[in-house]
């Protein structure tokens, strides 16, 4: 079975760094991109970046360029969305998610990570 | 930046046919797909390269894109539909969704 795999629900303060992972199993992790999907609470999707693990080709939304860090480890089919100084505007649901092909849909997605920035 | 622009909610009577609408600049020269999320649940792609259905996916679901508009289109729409739902395209090598679309069956 195709699945990602998130790891668990994060509490930081302020000024933290923090870094979450997405564990794909079930398919060639070299040759699917991987993307990171922020949710506000009560609000949308907004599209973050994505690499390809094969050659960590990496793409940035102008949004969240040079304020998130999008990596990969293929040797253990992991990709990360890491943070070097949190802030509260932080607090959401990350999804990982992988497209079939370069400019698809996501068609597979992680249940998401929660991280909450609080004082 | 690229904006896609949707009605924040639709409302439609079981049986009948739900269309939510995505606008968006030269929207139809790019791929759309739509994402059907229900609360506390991760999204779900349900049309993808404007008008296809991923397995598993009702017939009800269908979807276009041509000019500045993608549409996606539920007929017979059932209880089960209600949920929030999102458009996606490219701008260039980067993604963009839509704000989103609340579909109340009632």
């Known amino acids: ?119 | 930046s690229y904006e896609l622009t949707q009605p924040p909610s639709v409302s439609v009577s079981p049986g009948q046919t739900a269309s939510i609408t995505c606008s968006g600049d030269k929207l139809g020269d790019e791929f759309a797909c739509w994402y059907q999320q229900k609360p506390g649940q991760s999204p779900v792609v349900v049309i993808y390269q404007d008008s296809k259905r991923p397995s598993g996916i009702p017939e009800r679901f269908s979807g276009s894109n041509s000019g500045n508009t993608a549409t996606l289109t539920i007929s017979g729409t059932q209880a089960m539909d209600e949920a929030d739902y999102y458009c996606q395209a490219w701008d260039s090598s980067t993604g963009v969704f839509g704000g989103g679309t609340k579909l109340t069956v009632l």
Not at chain 1, 48 to 60: A, V
Not at chain 1, 81 to 91: G, V
């Open chain 1, 1 to 119: 079975e195709v699945q990602l795999v998130q790891s668990g629900a994060e509490v930081k303060k302020p000024g933290e760094s923090l870094k979450i992972s997405c564990k794909g199993s079930g398919y060639s992790f070299t040759t699917y991109w991987i993307g990171w999907v922020r949710q506000m609470p009560g609000k949308g999707l907004e599209w973050m970046g994505i690499i390809y693990p094969g050659d960590s080709d990496t793409r940035y939304s102008p949004s969240f360029q040079g304020q998130v860090t999008i990596s990969a480890d293929k040797s253990i089919s992991t990709a990360y969305l890491q943070w070097s100084s949190l802030k509260a505007s932080d607090t959401a649901m990350y999804y990982c998610a992988r497209q079939l092909t370069t400019n698809d849909a996501f068609h597979i997605w992680g249940q998401g990570t929660k991280v909450t920035v609080s004082s």
